[in-house]
């Protein structure tokens, strides 16, 4: 499934593009929904959280700090696009399960 939304990032952002990746890590997120895609995969891998323990956090200042060696924005937008790219094939994938239970459904009338 992958695979297709691998190409559509490939073809939008170039080898040398450290985006490509992120745009690939959208592909690959495990998230159920597009907007958790966005929300949590997108964001761990693009921003750090607070940095010291859960009882001693650091101030919210460091969330900042990009985790991604390119502006934060741009590594949340490639990484959306690749989200974007996994729902498009998700969507695609239930259609063709329609379609071919439908197809059953008319080969037992």
Same mark, same amino acid.
């Given at each position: ?31 159920? #929904?597009?907007?958790?895609?966005k929300l949590k995969s997108c ?26 060696? #390119? ?39």
């Amino acid at each position: 499934m992958s695979s297709e939304c691998y190409r559509i990032c490939n073809e939008k952002y170039s080898a040398a593009d450290p985006r490509r990746i992120y745009c690939k890590k959208g592909c690959d997120s495990d998230e159920e #929904t597009l907007e958790d895609c966005k929300l949590k995969s997108c964001a761990e891998l693009c921003i750090k959280d607070n940095l010291g323990d859960d009882s001693v956090k650091l101030g919210a200042w460091s969330k900042l700090f990009s985790r991604a060696p #390119t502006d934060s924005h741009q590594c949340l937008n490639a990484c959306y696009y690749g989200c974007n790219n996994k729902e498009e094939e998700e969507d695609d994938d239930n259609k063709s399960d329609d379609n071919k239970s439908d197809d059953n459904e008319k080969d037992k009338d």
